[in-house]
């Protein structure tokens, strides 16, 4: 199905094969699209298995999936610009806990969704692991309150760990 200018307009790094990767952290690069389904509540989830950042004390590179969820609600943000944002932390220095963070209100201001969650799964390094958890859910609606419960039920049956 092809898609109408309406709906593309605005994007302007997916299907472009001259696309630059930013060597510096920069949420500039991210773009939307309007969200066609905006009266159903559903989860868009992206699975980032090479995330990469720097410790900003040592200077030593960090390794995570990230995983991101979020609710809809009028914008999407478009995977390649959201790969290419990502793709921006490899030279950033900051703590786990800062860059799921970042991401999370990144995407809060870019998309203005119902509901997000932003869960880093990173790598040991010096024997231990650190896996940060952040979210939103949108004040005064019910996502609100669903954000409550996901924080405060996000680790109940944390997965076995044997593959870091």
Same mark, same amino acid.
């Given at each position: 199905?092809?898609?109408?200018?309406?709906?593309?307009?605005?994007?302007?790094?997916?299907?472009?094969?001259?696309?630059?990767?930013?060597?510096?952290?920069?949420?500039?690069?991210?773009?939307?699209?309007?969200?066609?389904?905006?009266?159903?509540?559903?989860?868009?989830?992206?699975?980032?298995?090479?995330?990469?950042?720097?410790?900003?004390?040592?200077?030593?590179?960090?390794?995570?999936?990230?995983?991101?969820?979020?609710?809809?609600?009028?914008?999407?943000?478009?995977? %390649?610009?959201?790969?290419?944002?990502?793709?921006?932390?490899? *030279? #950033?220095?900051?703590?786990? !806990?800062?860059?799921? +963070?970042?991401?999370?209100?990144?995407?809060?201001?870019?998309?203005?969704?119902?509901?997000?969650?932003?869960?880093?799964?990173?790598?040991?390094?010096?024997?231990?692991?650190?896996?940060?958890?952040?979210?939103?859910?949108?004040?005064?609606? %019910?996502?609100?309150?669903?954000?409550?419960?996901?924080?405060? *039920? #996000?680790?109940?049956?944390? !997965?076995?760990?044997? +593959?870091?």
């Amino acid at each position: 199905m092809a898609r109408t200018e309406k709906e593309t307009e605005g994007l302007s790094l997916l299907g472009n094969q001259g696309v630059k990767y930013p060597s510096d952290y920069s949420a500039d690069i991210l773009e939307t699209f309007v969200n066609k389904h905006p009266d159903n509540d559903y989860f868009v989830k992206f699975n980032c298995p090479e995330f990469t950042s720097l410790c900003p004390i040592t200077g030593q590179p960090d390794f995570a999936t990230i995983y991101i969820s979020y609710v809809p609600e009028t914008l999407m943000v478009e995977s %390649k610009s959201l790969k290419l944002y990502l793709f921006s932390f490899r *030279n #950033h220095g900051d703590f786990h !806990e800062d860059c799921v +963070n970042i991401i999370m209100k990144d995407l809060i201001k870019l998309m203005d969704p119902k509901y997000i969650e932003v869960w880093g799964k990173f790598t040991p390094r010096g024997g231990i692991s650190i896996d940060p958890y952040c979210n939103y859910g949108k004040p005064g609606t %019910k996502w609100e309150q669903v954000a409550f419960n996901r924080l405060t *039920n #996000h680790d109940l049956y944390p !997965e076995k760990v044997d +593959n870091r």
